[in-house]
């Protein structure tokens, strides 16, 4: 047991989880209405937003997963850089239209977007199943996170005694959440920030001037990664698998349940627009964080369990008061997002399922009622995944994840601009996608989203979910093109073209107040 370092960790961990309580006061609203709760009443200024939706975008699974699969294949794990480079000028673009028509019409989810724009109730359930699908290995991995540094701080045991302390984690991130809505995991946001960023700058410095500096640690890693068959310099034969990885995965993470819910409690599109200019001071964190992977092969790290790799070179390499500050880092990083992704995954199913089958009569107090209640199960759900299955299991249904989620995107991205695609393409196109991504996954038995495809003579490597949305694509095209000609009814558009367009004069806060809170 590493006395010194779970101490610190103990303590900053109570501190954040004492913040998470504290929120539901902090900018108080009536919290038994779903707009105040899971939306955090649609008024974070730049600020919040920023670090809420950082919190939201690099989670502890991005701290743990990254570097580790740099240590395994070397430069093709350098994927996610370029990924959260892209991934803003698309944001800029699509996310204040699904704002501002959002707000428009109190939508508090993207399921209740496409049934409005496309009056299509199969097509919205579609959505709703595939985003709470989606998220739900997502927030295990975030548990996964915190299991692994409580591994490397020593803490074992058997059955109950092994398991207790993921269990009081569980319970602190139910508890908050469920008390302070989406305020919590906004103003723990803060907190996460500064000690991730606080430890990736103490981490890039100290470890190199350890290990010789960086040109020694990229000639152990090429050497070891030459052995096992990866680089540190991309192969030209992985340029399409990297790319296609990099931009299907933008447009995926834009169509997560949690990072529309973290988007749509912003008070206005400008709020929005602002942080697409400066949320990519993120993504330099993110190519440090990339490193810690070589740094680990240099230091001797050696694990085959991947989640271990950062926490065990943290441990090696640094003292261990400060390793107490880093893991707190990485276990609070896992519960912002987890908050935020319990509250996206029961929002969807309080709108779209809930109010749509059971009750259309629910009042927005009793949409509250059932989203708490919902967010507990999500929450449990996923304590139960970490517990009961392994982890390579919830890696792979995250796999799925990203696949699954990407061929909502003819709807929603592609429904703020057009709805010449009729709502029965759409549905078949969805299904396409989602039938032929998961059969893509199979057949690499899950263990990568990377599929070779065999067309017209030629092999093209690629992102599973990038052929599959193309797939969804092509039919929607095709059978839109059908349908719409055959005059067949596309339903009623509840939506109007100044929603999309409309200025942020609807707030009425100052600017200058705007944009610093």
């Not at 501002?100 to 496309?118: K, L």
């Not at 984690?169 to 960023?197: I, M, N």
């Not at 399922?353 to 009042?363: C, G, L, S, W």
């Not at 029965?424 to 070779?452: C, D, E, N, P």
């Amino acid at each position: 047991m590493k006395w010194q370092a779970f101490v610190i960790f103990l303590v900053l961990f109570v501190v954040v989880a004492g913040m998470g309580f504290y929120a539901a006061y902090w900018r108080r609203g009536d919290l038994k209405l779903l707009d105040e709760w899971g939306l955090g009443g649609r008024r974070f200024g730049t600020v919040v937003t920023w670090f809420l939706l950082g919190g939201d975008l690099y989670t502890a699974y991005t701290f743990i997963a990254v570097p580790a699969l740099v240590y395994g294949v070397g430069a093709f794990g350098f994927f996610a850089v370029p990924y959260t480079i892209v991934v803003f000028p698309i944001m800029y673009v699509v996310m204040p239209r699904l704002w501002r028509v959002c707000r428009a019409h109190s939508m508090v989810t993207p399921a209740d977007f496409i049934r409005a724009r496309f009056d299509s109730r199969s097509m919205a359930t579609a959505v709703a199943i595939t985003g709470i699908l989606a998220t739900m290995p997502y927030i295990a991995l975030q548990l996964v996170g915190i299991q692994a540094v409580l591994t490397v701080l020593g803490i074992h045991g058997t059955g109950v005694a092994k398991d207790l302390p993921l269990f009081i984690a569980f319970a602190v991130l139910a508890a908050y959440t469920y008390t302070s809505g989406l305020r919590a995991p906004a103003l723990t946001a803060f907190a996460k920030d500064v000690l991730v960023y606080l430890t990736i700058i103490v981490a890039v410095i100290v470890i190199p001037a350890k290990l010789g500096g960086f040109g020694h640690i990229f000639a152990v890693a090429s050497t070891h990664l030459a052995a096992v068959k990866g680089s540190t310099i991309l192969s030209p034969k992985l340029y399409g698998a990297f790319s296609t990885l990099a931009l299907g995965s933008a447009f995926a993470l834009l169509l997560y349940p949690h990072v529309v819910t973290g988007t749509l409690s912003a008070k206005s599109a400008r709020t929005i627009e602002r942080n697409t200019a400066i949320l990519p001071l993120y993504s330099i964190a993110l190519a440090l964080i990339a490193l810690l992977g070589y740094m680990a092969i240099a230091a001797g790290i050696k694990t085959k369990t991947t989640s271990l790799v950062v926490p065990l070179l943290l441990m090696k390499m640094l003292p261990q008061w400060f390793v107490g500050i880093a893991f707190a880092a990485v276990a609070i990083g896992a519960l912002v997002p987890a908050a935020i992704m319990s509250i996206a995954a029961s929002n969807l199913f309080t709108r779209n399922i809930y109010r749509e089958f059971f009750q259309p009569a629910a009042t927005t107090q009793q949409e509250a009622k059932v989203a708490k209640a919902v967010s507990l199960l999500v929450k449990l759900g996923a304590l139960l995944v970490v517990l009961l299955v392994p982890v390579q299991y919830s890696i792979y249904l995250q796999t799925l994840g990203g696949i699954w989620i990407l061929q909502t995107g003819p709807g929603i991205i592609g429904g703020l601009w057009t709805r010449w695609f009729h709502k029965r393409a759409l549905l078949v196109g969805w299904l396409v996608g989602m039938v032929w991504g998961t059969q893509m996954a199979a057949a690499v038995h899950f263990k990568s989203s990377i599929y070779t495809l065999h067309l017209f003579g030629r092999v093209i490597a690629g992102y599973a979910a990038v052929f599959a949305v193309v797939a969804n694509l092509i039919t929607v095209v095709v059978l839109s093109a059908i349908l719409n000609a055959a005059k067949v009814s596309n339903g009623t558009d509840q939506t109007s073209p100044e929603d999309y367009l409309a200025s942020d004069k609807s707030t009425s806060t100052p600017p200058i107040a705007e944009a610093t809170f």
